[in-house]
C-alpha cells in the first residue's frame, strides 16, 4: 500500500474508533419512570441524538434539543437538532442554551435528564451572562483564539461569562438525576473542560478568568469587565464548586477520548506490518514547537526499521496581525516539513472533526518529496508559515485531506512514518 494511502486510512481508523453510532449504545441507562430529556451540544451531537433515538424504547417518552456546528446535522425524529456556529458563537447557539435551560427545569425527581457532550459545545451553547452581550462574548473568543491561547484558557473564561457551562446545566435541572455522556476532545479527558463542563462542577473562579484575560492582555469590553470583577469581589454568583448539592444525582462519563483512537490507529499500522508507537494523547502547545520535537524524533529514527509515531492533543497557533489561512494541522505539518527538509518521512496531521479550525479540511499529508515540488512550482514554504498560510501551501500541492464534518470529535490526529523506502 502507498504511504499516503496508508496514512489516510489510519486516520479513517481513528475516526471510527469515535464514531457515536458504535460508541454510545453500550452506555444507555434504563428509561426512568416519568421522561427523559436530551439537551446537549457539540460537534458530534447529532450523532449522538441519532444513536440515542437509535437505541430507546419506542414506548418510552424521549423528547429534547441539541445544538451542532452547522453542516453537521443528522435527521432526527424524536430529538430536535439545531445547527450553530462554531468557533465563534451566534444567536442561534444562544437561543438553543437558554431553551435547554428552560427546559432542564421542568424536570421532576422522577425525569431523567440524559446530556450529550462534545467538543465545541462550549461556542455552540454560549448564552451569555446578564450584562454581557453576545458581541462581547464572540470578541473575547477571538481574541483568545488569536492570542494562542489553550483551550483550557479559553474555558475558564466562557465557564464564567456563559449561562449554560461551567455545572449550571446540571444546577437547572433542580435536583432530578442527570446522566452526560462525553466525548472528549481535550487534554486529560475531564469533563469540566470539554464543552466547558455545563454537567461538572467548576475548579475554577471568576478571578481566575480575569487573570487569564490580563495573562493574554486583552482588553475588556464593559460588560465583561463588570461582571467579573463583581463576580470575583462576590457580589454575583458564581459557577457550582465541587461539592454542590446540584452534582448529588448528576454522573459524567466519558464514552470516547484521543487515546481509544489513537490505539485503533496504531492496530491499524501493525497489522499491516508496521510498528507503532503512540507518543502521547495530549501534546499541546504551538504548533511549531511541536513540530521541531517530532522532526528531531524522526531525524534520529529516519534509518531504520518502518514506523509509525502516532500522537493526539490540541496544539495551538499565534497569530500576526495580518495572516493568511489555515488551521493547526496544517500549520504544524509545514512546519513539520521545513524541520525535516532532507530527511525522508511522510507525516499526516488532521483534525478528527473533520474541520481544521474554521477551514474546509481535516489537515494535510506531507512527503518526503514536499519541499522539492513546493519549489518546482514557486512556492516559498518559509514565507508560508511565516504568513500562517499553511492552507494556501497545501492547497496548491493538492495535499490537503477533505473528509467533510465526521460528526465527532477527539481532537488532533498526527502520525510520522519513518524508515520507508
Known amino acids: 500500500m502507498k504511504p499516503r494511502d ?22 444507555l441507562p434504563a428509561p426512568p419512570r416519568g421522561r427523559t430529556l436530551v439537551v446537549g451540544g457539540g460537534k458530534a451531537a447529532a450523532s449522538m441524538a441519532a444513536a440515542v ?3 430507546w424504547p419506542a414506548d418510552a417518552p424521549l423528547s429534547g434539543l441539541v445544538v451542532t456546528r452547522y453542516q453537521h446535522g443528522l435527521p432526527t425524529h424524536r430529538i430536535e ?48 451572562v446578564e450584562g454581557v452581550t453576545l458581541k462581547e462574548l464572540r470578541q473575547m473568543t477571538k481574541a483568545l483564539l488569536g492570542a494562542g491561547a489553550t483551550i ?25 438525576p442527570g446522566l452526560a455522556l462525553i466525548i472528549s476532545d481535550v487534554v486529560g479527558d475531564n469533563p469540566t473542560h470539554i464543552a466547558s463542563g455545563p454537567c461538572a462542577p467548576d475548579p475554577t473562579t471568576c478571578a481566575d478568568a480575569l487573570e487569564r484575560l490580563q495573562h493574554f492582555r486583552i482588553a475588556l469590553p464593559a460588560g465583561v469587565k463588570d461582571h467579573l470583577e463583581a463576580c470575583a469581589a462576590g457580589h454575583r454568583a458564581d459557577s457550582p464548586k465541587p461539592g454542590d448539592a446540584c452534582f448529588a444525582r448528576m454522573e459524567n462519563r466519558v464514552i470516547a477520548s484521543a487515546s481509544n483512537s489513537l ?40 534509518r531504520r526499521q518502518p514506523l509509525a509515531l502516532i500522537s493526539g492533543g490540541e496544539t495551538t497557533v499565534t497569530l500576526r496581525p495580518q495572516h493568511g489561512r489555515g488551521g493547526r494541522n496544517t500549520e504544524f505539518l509545514l512546519a513539520l516539513a521545513l524541520e525535516l527538509a532532507d530527511t525522508p518521512a511522510w507525516a499526516i496531521a488532521c483534525d478528527t472533526d473533520g474541520i481544521d479550525g ?11 518529496d514536499t519541499l522539492v515540488r513546493a519549489r518546482a512550482q514557486g512556492l516559498d514554504a518559509a514565507a508560508y508559515l511565516a504568513n500562517h498560510d499553511s492552507h494556501g501551501f497545501f492547497s496548491a500541492l493538492g495535499d490537503l485531506v477533505v473528509s467533510g464534518p465526521t460528526r465527532t470529535n477527539v481532537n488532533d490526529y498526527r502520525v510520522l512514518l519513518v524508515g520507508l523506502d
Open 53 to 55: 433515538e437509535a437505541h
Open 81 to 128: 437538532v439545531v445547527e450553530a456556529s462554531h468557533p465563534l458563537p451566534d444567536g442561534r447557539g444562544e437561543e438553543a442554551a437558554l431553551r435547554m435551560l428552560e427546559m432542564a427545569g421542568q424536570l421532576g425527581p422522577d425525569d431523567l435528564l440524559l446530556a450529550l457532550i462534545s467538543g465545541g459545545g462550549s461556542s455552540l451553547l454560549a448564552a451569555p
Open 6 to 27: 496508508l496514512l489516510l486510512e489510519s486516520f479513517r481508523a481513528a475516526v471510527a474508533a469515535a464514531d457515536p453510532a458504535h460508541i454510545l449504545p453500550p452506555h
Open 358 to 368: 474554521s477551514e474546509d479540511n481535516a489537515g494535510a499529508v506531507i512527503s518526503p
Open 152 to 176: 483550557h484558557d479559553i474555558n475558564t473564561v466562557r465557564k464564567h461569562l456563559t449561562r449554560l457551562s461551567g455545572g449550571r446545566l446540571a444546577r437547572a435541572a433542580r435536583g432530578a
Open 263 to 302: 490505539e485503533s490507529a496504531a492496530r491499524h499500522f501493525e497489522l499491516r506490518g508496521i510498528p507503532a508507537i503512540v507518543l502521547s494523547d495530549c501534546i499541546s502547545g504551538d504548533a511549531q514547537a511541536a513540530a521541531r520535537e517530532q522532526a528531531a524524533l524522526a531525524r534520529a529514527l529516519a
